[in-house]
């Protein structure tokens, strides 16, 4: 009997783990297995312990159809976690930007949520995002009609919240290059939901920053990136500084006029702005000789980790 009762109960968390992913794809529980004529009952996926995965998940925004990877650490999926987005850049795509920089692992560690959206302008074999005011990469104009990416990421985080257990003080924003320019409009527009931002390869003032709470920030710039110059001078969105952009934020996050340097790595300094409004801090990793990369990321410049460095500075600076 007690072999019995042990086959069922493994087979019953068996079912529950395959449910937990049709739900979560359906929207809908789903049912376990029962012995004839017994009650069924009713699996919540959300209430099941289910391994790290990564699910794709859909949602209309603005009359499109935009979609999202979702890595999920594993573990009880009622407790609240951190949700990090990460935005890909100018061309690429979700699926590349998880493959390629290594956050899962780290994501699992220290249980948050990672999810990768992917942007709606079709460039190349990938995707751009439509950051307000300002022209894709290579100078072409944004295309009449192109999905609201500021709204469409309000909508996604109102969505996300709702399909996981998602802790609303701990949603941060990264992104590279062209991901990095948007999430650094995202500080601006969704400064009341987005706690902090970490660019990389991109950090940008948004004109006019609409938010009022001052938005911590913490970047990652190489001194020989050619894509988006750390001395400014580059395409028609790039014409001033990566220090220029920092000291903006610093202006707005209302800290200390004089930032402190100090070698934070081999070749890297990190630059900041201290003593600012609501417990911010406007942080920058300049990183001597790397390119237009993701620092860390599997064969890129290894002077600093970019995604353990900034999940690091996520985890001291929850909003308000």
Known sequence: MGSIRGARAALIAVFVVVCAG?????????????????????????????????????????????????????????TPRALVLNLHGSGGNAAQQEASIGMDPIAEANQFIVAYPDAAITLGSGFA???????????GAVPAGAADDVAF?????????????????????????????????????????VAAIAPVAGLRFPTPC????????????????????????GEAY????????QQQWGAHD????????????????LTTYGDCA?????????IAGAGHEWPGAPGQTPAIDASTTMWSFFRSHPAP
């Open 22 to 78: 049709l739900a979560i794809s359906t929207g809908a529980g789903c049912r376990s297995p029962v012995a004839p004529g017994a009650t069924p009952v009713l699996i919540d996926a959300r209430d099941a312990t289910a391994p790290a995965h990564t699910e794709s998940v859909s949602l209309v925004a603005g009359g499109v159809t935009r979609h999202l990877l979702v890595h999920l650490p594993g573990g009880s999926a009622n």
């Open 129 to 139: 995002w439509n950051v307000p005011g300002q022209t894709l990469l290579g100078g």
């Open 153 to 193: 990421f309000a909508q996604a985080i109102t969505f996300l919240e709702q399909r996981y257990a998602i802790d609303a003080h701990r949603i941060f924003v990264t992104g590279m290059s062209g991901g990095a320019r948007m999430t650094s409009q995202l500080g601006c527009d969704l400064a009341g939901t």
């Open 210 to 233: 609409a938010g009022t709470r001052a938005v911590a920030v913490v970047a990652f710039h190489g001194t020989s990136d050619t894509v988006n110059p750390y001395d400014g001078n």
């Open 238 to 245: 790039w014409t001033y500084s990566v220090p220029s952009a």
């Open 254 to 269: 209302r800290c200390g006029a004089t930032p402190t340097s100090s070698p934070a790595a081999d070749n890297v300094t």
């Open 278 to 286: 609501a417990g911010a801090t406007v942080a920058l990793y300049t």
